[in-house]
């Protein structure tokens, strides 16, 4: 099996050798370059093309935000975008949700237990959104509640695209269940839900579980403050 290469981008130095021995320690992951900021590590990012891009929010000379930017919407002739992990200390941060809406696969706070850390390359170097923690979920609806944004025609002709089905599961997604969570819910197989869920990505253009997620707050499918768990 092939190694997942990853870069780990953070202004602070004993943040990045300590992440690197963590990450470098397992037989699955390589670490293939660092970066102290976010314009460093965009040309990192470029110049090693990594599978996943570990990218602190707050950094001297461009933020992660920007960073984020830059490697998941970049120029003509460069065709690698790798997954980006927001790494925050803090629970709720403006950045990071304007980060996953950029595209961004999730956010881990950086005192999170080494073995999270670990699973969260992991699951997103696999294509998943790192969506599972309560916290993710609080954020993006306090985020969604600050930027009310009521449905336009536009949004709307995308979600009737959808069957009643696939507009459920989109639902359920925003509201922070996983897979098994809304297999047991809906009745369903585990397969059944991934393949609603590719089909609802597909339907949509979404990149991720992340952008769904954002999308379902912002096209008014799932309003800030539902429960549904």
């Known amino acids: 099996m092939t190694p997942i290469r990853v870069i780990i981008v953070d202004d602070q130095a004993m943040v990045r050798a300590g992440f690197a021995a963590l990450l470098a320690a397992q037989a699955d ?3 293939v370059g660092e970066a102290p900021d976010g314009r460093a590590g965009v040309e990192v990012a470029r110049s090693t093309r990594p599978d996943v891009v570990l990218m602190d929010v707050r950094m001297p000379e461009m933020d992660g935000l920007a960073a984020a930017r830059e490697i998941l919407s970049p120029p003509a002739g460069v065709v690698h975008r790798p997954k980006v992990l927001m790494l925050t200390t ?3 941060d403006d950045y990071v949700y304007e980060a996953l809406r950029a595209g ?3 956010f881990l706070l950086k005192d999170a237990p080494p073995a999270d850390l670990i699973a969260a390359v992991r699951v997103v170097a696999g294509g998943e959104a790192l969506l599972a923690p309560s916290v993710t979920r609080r954020l993006i609806a306090d985020f969604a509640a600050s930027r009310p944004a009521p449905r336009g025609d536009r ?4 979600l ?7 507009t ?3 639902g359920l997604i925003a509201r922070g269940l996983s897979n098994q969570e809304i297999a047991d819910r809906l009745v369903l197989a585990e397969q059944t839900v991934k393949t609603h869920i590719g089909r609802v990505l597909a339907k949509l253009d ?3 579980r992340a ?7 912002e096209s008014g499918l799932v309003a800030p403050g539902d429960g549904g768990r």
């Open 160 to 166: 009737n695209g959808l069957t009643p089905r696939e």
């Open 155 to 158: 949004a709307a002709l995308r």
């Open 206 to 208: 979404l990149r991720d």
């Open 90 to 92: 803090f629970d709720v």
């Open 29 to 31: 992951i390589d670490v």
């Open 104 to 106: 961004a696969s999730g």
């Open 211 to 217: 952008q769904a997620v954002i999308f379902a707050y």
């Open 168 to 170: 459920e599961v989109l």
